[in-house]
């Protein structure tokens, strides 16, 4: 396989995943069932989906697999809990736009995050761009009105920050394996939330819902981002991984017409566009010179 073969594959992929991972917020609208329930079976199907991932890539190194993770691993675990259960938290509380927009500006908060922790130097475009992000996220928080919109921006910005501290310990530990640590946080999500779940069984119709929820939102999407982020360069995964952040609102839109408002699209669309600009800037830089 040439590289630009190469290189499509891996954008297919990464695009594939990014649309997987926006059909969340469609899943929870599908639901009819309270927070916990959703957060409890979902979560469960997402640790047996990413387990069985972890089997196939592994074999019989599976238990070496999981143990290998060590101390790092074991602090990434709740880290990966509080990410999947706020996720779901907030699209419950709030619209998907609003949830979107704050998730939107992962890769500046990672950015703050790294600084800190690994003294990993600030450029002036991530500086610029985080401006332009936390400008948009204030346009849109600063027109909710809604408790219930306060409160999802607020658990959304728990689910970056979480999702966010994730990224920078890939960065910190690269030998870690984030299969075994995600599956593990799933199954610790699921614990968590299990005695404060509706007792019984969800019907069949709802199940089914759940079950594709946990296993194309997170092991799917896993696996198609895991493969197509090896042949593409970082900053061109992470641009392409932005169609998360614009289907996500389209789908609940066409589906239950929930409109995000037009404080969520202003927000949003100067998030997208800092982040865009910060993307694009960084993947021209690094594109070599045909000359």
């Not at 990464?14 to 916990?36: C, E, K, N, Q």
Request: net charge positive; with cysteine; aromatic share 8%.
């Amino acid at each position: 396989m040439g590289q630009l073969s190469r290189r499509a594959y891996g954008l297919a992929l990464v695009a594939a995943a990014a649309t997987l991972w926006s059909t969340a917020g469609l899943f929870v609208r599908l639901l009819d069932l309270d927070i916990w329930t959703i957060l409890g079976w979902r979560s469960l199907f997402a640790a047996l989906s990413l387990f069985l991932l972890t089997a196939c890539l592994n074999g019989r190194k599976t238990p070496q697999a999981m143990s290998a993770i060590g101390w790092v691993g074991l602090a990434a675990i709740p880290i990966a809990a509080i990410s999947m259960g706020s996720y779901v938290v907030a699209l419950k509380l709030t619209t998907v736009a609003n949830v979107m927009t704050v998730y939107a500006t992962v890769p500046f908060v990672a950015a703050a995050i790294a600084f800190l922790w690994i003294r990993e130097r600030i450029g002036p475009r991530a500086l610029i761009a985080s401006a332009g992000a936390l400008l948009g996220v204030a346009t849109m928080a600063g027109n909710a009105t809604r408790l219930e919109d306060i409160a999802g921006n607020a658990v959304a910005f728990l689910m970056t920050l979480a999702f966010a501290t994730q990224l920078v310990m890939a960065r910190r530990y690269p030998a870690l394996d984030m299969a075994p640590i995600n599956a593990a946080g799933a199954a610790l999500c699921a614990v968590i939330v299990w005695p404060l779940m509706a007792s019984g069984v969800p019907q069949l119709s709802q199940l089914l819902i759940l079950a594709l929820s946990g296993v194309t939102n997170t092991a799917l999407a896993y696996i198609l981002f895991l493969t197509g982020g090896r042949h593409v360069p970082s900053a061109e995964a992470g641009l392409v991984g932005l169609l998360d952040v614009v289907l996500a609102p389209l789908w609940v839109w066409l589906a239950f017409r929930e409109y995000p408002g037009q404080a969520a699209i202003l927000g949003g669309s100067i998030v997208l566009a800092s982040v865009v600009a910060y993307l694009s800037t960084g993947l021209r830089r690094n594109v070599p010179s045909s000359a």
